[in-house]
């Protein structure tokens, strides 16, 4: 892979070029370490026992594949709307880059509702039980006020959050650390799996758990209008935040194994913080707590920004009403995108457990991810002014296969509420262009007839 200095002049955009390297790095690691690893580990050890650890590192070696599609075409192509710029531009279908865009979009707002569960479930009952329902609404409606207040101000928040919610994955791998050090744990359930399960049938289904913990690193390519440098600085970022989280969760995922059996883990909504009340160490549990229920939000909010930006950028190409596209003077951010994906996210927590939303979002996701890697072979003959990243020609092709492998490992419930999902959004696609030619045929007749228009005006 090579990276070579951008040259020129960056792209003109309505939106505000305010996110710098290292804020692009901690969005990046921000979303990917808030996506599910305070979550999951429970609904991940059903599927490995103890080998937490070999579907993470499974998972983080098939998400680079995939990341290095993105680098190049990000970079080829620095336009808000990511995947559906790119399916756009290689396939020539309108009806192509809208469904690779809606299925980002199905995926987002499915991640925001079950981060949103996650977030109202065992963690927040430790300050105070309420039905999770509410709260998760709540929170949406608290994290669409932090997005539509501005690029800036969300991301210095998620500057914060991002560090706060890596020090309580630190704090497990710590106090699991001292723990066996003590002649706590038990090492050897490292190796476990489910009773009847082969290892390599065990860590396939699991890499499919563990994927939605990466699956974060792709919302940043909405946010390239916004990027200082944008062909520089995000390959540096893009690896750097998944290296980094990579490295933390197979951590977390050894600590986890040695401080509880899968059983325990299994048993609860908060399995880190099961995990540090085993060990002992006096930490209180409504501290970890909090860290806990910070790392989520950032996961949510940041999730909800790469949405709100799609759906402007989708607006943008005509592929989704051009409302969707209105932003706020001062604030320069997209409202009624913010809006209407909050909305939507609200209504999804309604529907299905964290776990199913969880497969879902990987679903969705693998049919983007499968555009991205087709696209940058396809776009291979397309010749840009600009220098920007190439990736090695086999790493999306190894995308590819990566994507096909892990479609067939998923549930039929999964695929089932997929395809309801992409069936509305079918229907949009037709309501929106039965609308544009409705208003394109209303202004035919307005050309023709510009008394008659004139009067009803």
């Not at 001292?178 to 009847?196: A, C, K, Q, W």
């Amino acid at each position: 892979m090579t990276t070579e200095t951008a040259t020129g002049a960056e792209a003109p955009t309505r939106l505000r070029r305010a996110i710098t390297g290292p804020l692009l790095f901690a969005f990046i690691l921000g979303d990917v370490l808030g996506a599910g690893i305070y979550a999951l580990m429970g609904v991940l050890s059903e599927k490995v026992g103890g080998m937490l650890w070999a579907p993470l590192l499974l998972a983080l070696l098939l998400a680079l594949l995939t990341a290095g599609s993105y680098a190049e075409l990000v970079t080829k192509y620095p336009r808000a709307g990511g995947s559906a710029v790119f399916a756009e531009r290689a396939f020539r279908s309108p009806l192509v880059s809208f469904l690779v865009g809606f299925s980002m979009l199905a995926a987002g707002v499915t991640s925001a509702a079950g981060l949103a569960i996650a977030f109202a479930g065992d963690y927040f009952r430790t300050f105070i039980d309420l039905p999770t329902i509410p709260v998760a609404i709540a929170f949406l409606a608290v994290v669409a006020l932090l997005n539509a207040r501005g690029i800036r101000e969300s991301l210095g928040a998620n500057l914060v959050m991002t560090a706060i919610e890596l020090s309580g994955l630190v704090i497990v791998i710590a106090v699991v650390a001292v723990f066996v050090g003590g002649g706590g744990g038990d090492v050897s359930r490292i190796t476990e799996t489910p009773e009847g399960t082969s290892v390599g049938m065990a860590v396939l289904a699991g890499a499919v758990i563990a994927y939605y913990s990466f699956v974060g690193f792709e919302t940043s390519a909405n946010m390239i209008e916004e990027v200082k440098n944008p062909r520089r600085t995000y390959p540096r970022a893009l690896f750097a935040a998944l290296f980094t989280a990579g490295g933390v969760y197979v951590l977390v995922g050894l600590a986890s194994s040695i401080a509880l059996p899968a059983a325990d883990l299994q048993e609860s909504s908060g399995p880190l913080l099961a995990v540090v009340e085993a060990t002992g160490v006096s930490i209180p549990s409504w501290l970890f707590s909090l860290i806990a229920l910070i790392a989520v939000a950032n996961g949510a909010l940041l999730t909800m920004i790469m949405v709100s930006r799609l759906t402007y950028g989708m607006a943008e190409q005509n592929l989704l009403p051009a409302a969707l596209g209105r932003v706020l003077p001062n604030r320069k951010t997209p409202w009624v995108a913010i809006l209407t994906t909050t909305l939507v996210a609200m209504g999804l927590t309604l529907v299905g457990d964290l776990a199913t939303l969880a497969e879902t979002v990987v679903l969705l996701l693998l049919f983007v991810f499968l555009s991205v890697n087709v696209s940058v072979l396809v776009l291979r003959r397309d010749r840009v002014e600009q220098d920007h990243f190439r990736v090695w020609t086999f790493v999306p092709v190894l995308g590819i296969g990566s994507c096909i492998l892990l479609l067939t490992q998923q549930r039929p419930v999964v695929w089932l509420f997929g395809a309801i999902l992409i069936a509305v959004g079918v229907a949009l696609y037709l309501l929106a262009r039965w609308g544009r030619k409705r208003t394109e045929s209303r202004k035919t007749d307005d050309d023709r007839n510009p008394e008659e228009s004139h009067e009803h005006a």
